[in-house]
C-alpha cells in the first residue's frame, strides 16, 4: 500500500540546514521515492504549522522505513534534526471503504 511521509518544519539555522539539503535527496533515490511537495512557505489555515512542508511518496510504510533507517539517510538526518524545529509523520494512503 503507498505510503507517506510528511514533513513540517521551521528552519532554525539557515546556514547549517544547507548540508541536509545538499544531501539528502542522493538518498531517496535507491528507495523509488517521488517528492510530491517541496514547500517552503507554506500558507497556515489552521493552528500553528511551520513554513517548510514536504511530502514523500513510498511504496508502503516498510520501504519509508528502509529509507529512514538507512546508514546514508541517518548520516544526513542529523543536518535536520540539529538545524529545524517540526515533525515527520508516516502515513498509509487513504483507501475508501467499500
Partial sequence: MTAYCVLNYRVTDPEAYQAYLRQAGQTLRPYGVETLVADYAS????GEPAPVTVVLRFDSKETA??????????????????????????????????
Fill in 65 to 98: 522505513r528502509l529509507w529512514y533507517e538507512s546508514p546514508e539517510y541517518q548520516a544526513v538526518l542529523r543536518h535536520r534534526l540539529d538545524n529545524t524545529e517540526g515533525f515527520a509523520v508516516f502515513c498509509d494512503e487513504f483507501v475508501r471503504p467499500s
Fill in 43 to 46: 500558507e497556515p489555515v489552521e
